[in-house]
């Protein structure tokens, strides 16, 4: 079992920058990637960026040069940078594990862009 707790979120101005951190317990040698989704209200949860454990990273178009992932061992950042009010969601931490397959999901941190 893996088990992920978020922090970090928040109110913040468009423009603004916030830095969420996921850290990682338990299992961890049986992750292969880690990373980050966010559910606005009445959509999807989507991908936001992800990060491998070669250090290989995959992001949204639409935070693309706007936000960064980066991982440390057993914690996972995202720095994101050029809020727009459109960021708006709850962002959950997520881990994968290829073999056997199953995803870890944290509790989630809400983060608000508005004025």
């Known amino acids: 079992q893996v088990q992920l707790v978020e922090s970090g979120g928040g109110l913040v101005q468009p423009g603004g920058s916030l830095r969420l951190s996921c850290a990682a317990s338990?299992?961890?040698?049986?992750?292969?990637?880690m990373g980050w989704y966010r559910q606005a209200p009445g959509k999807q949860r989507e991908l936001v960026a992800t990060?491998?454990?070669?250090?290989g990273t995959n992001y949204a178009d639409s935070v693309k040069g706007r936000f960064t992932i980066s991982r440390d061992n057993a914690e996972v950042y995202l720095q994101m940078n050029g809020l727009k009010p459109e960021d708006t969601a709850v962002y959950y931490c997520g881990a994968w594990r290829l073999r056997p397959p199953y995803n870890y999901w944290g509790q989630g941190t809400q983060v608000t862009v508005s004025s």
């Open positions: 990060i491998g454990n070669g250090g």
């Open positions: 338990g299992s961890i040698f049986s992750i292969n990637a």
